[in-house]
């Protein structure tokens, strides 16, 4: 009985005693969550940071610096110069003929696409009728570039064809082009891309007219 009343007694300035610690315990603790609170405001705002550059970055990646391929495309050809002669004869026809043909580069893109020479290619039945170079140039962001080209008409692989005697007779003259481009599209020198084209198209040339526009249905892209 006698110890538990010493046990009781201390008991009370202990309780007394204890509070303090507790409240220097809260206090601390307060402190603690303060700092902790600091800490993970802190981590908060880095991991937000990361998301919004994260975001950034992405939309960056999706936009800006994605590189589509540019594209090529053959408007039109316009006869400048035909002499055909004679014409009606069963002898070798003379054909001297100069086409102008009107290209267009389409550049999607945030950057410029810089690209080389380039050489069109002109066939009859398989066989090389004419062809055409383009200097290298440059087609600026998001814009469409636009060439006019000339084609000289190789006369002696012509005019030696029987078919084509008969074709030029009738007025149309069946022919396919095949164009081969390369160039480039660098981002801010971060991101770059070499790009080679490959157009082909088909296309009946009417004589009687000087202007003609080429279908895009009738040709055929490849990029690569
Ligand atoms: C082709 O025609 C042009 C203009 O008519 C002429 O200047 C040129 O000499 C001709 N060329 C040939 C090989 O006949
Ligand atoms: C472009 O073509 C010309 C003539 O064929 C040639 O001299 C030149 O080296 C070519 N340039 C390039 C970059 O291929
Ligand atoms: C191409 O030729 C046509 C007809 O002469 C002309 O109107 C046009 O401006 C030329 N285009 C370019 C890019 O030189
Ligand atoms: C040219 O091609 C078209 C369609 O491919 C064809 O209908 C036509 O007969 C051809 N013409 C000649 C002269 O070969
Ligand atoms: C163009 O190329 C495509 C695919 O490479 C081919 O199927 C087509 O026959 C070609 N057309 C001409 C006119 O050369």
Redesign the pocket.
């Known amino acids: 009985m006698v110890l538990d009343q010493d046990q009781v007694k201390p008991l009370a300035p202990a309780n007394e005693r204890a509070l303090s610690p507790t409240m220097v315990d809260q206090y601390a603790a307060g402190s603690f969550y303060r700092r902790r609170r600091r800490s993970v405001l802190c981590v908060g705002c880095c991991l937000s940071t990361l998301v919004i550059v994260g975001v950034v970055v992405l939309v960056l990646a999706l936009t800006v610096f994605k590189i589509k391929d540019p594209e090529l495309t053959l408007n039109s050809i316009t006869i400048d110069?035909l002499?055909l002669d004679p014409l009606t004869s069963n002898s070798l026809v003379s054909v001297?003929a100069t086409l102008r043909t009107d290209v267009s580069i389409k550049n999607p893109n945030h950057a410029s696409f810089r690209f080389g020479n380039s050489t069109t290619n002109f066939y009859y039945e398989g066989d090389t009728v004419g062809v055409a170079y383009a200097p290298s140039g440059k087609a600026s962001a998001q814009r469409t570039l636009r060439m006019n080209v000339t084609v000289d008409v190789l006369?002696d692989q012509v005019a030696s064809d029987s078919r084509l005697r008969r074709d030029l007779v009738n007025g149309a003259v069946n022919l396919t082009s095949y164009t081969e481009l390369g160039g480039r599209v660098s981002v801010l020198g971060i991101v770059k891309k070499h790009i080679d084209i490959a157009l082909n198209c088909s296309m009946t040339m009417d004589l009687s007219l000087t202007h003609q526009d080429i279908n895009t249905n009738d040709c055929h892209a490849r990029v690569h």
């Open positions: 110069n002499n001297n006369i």
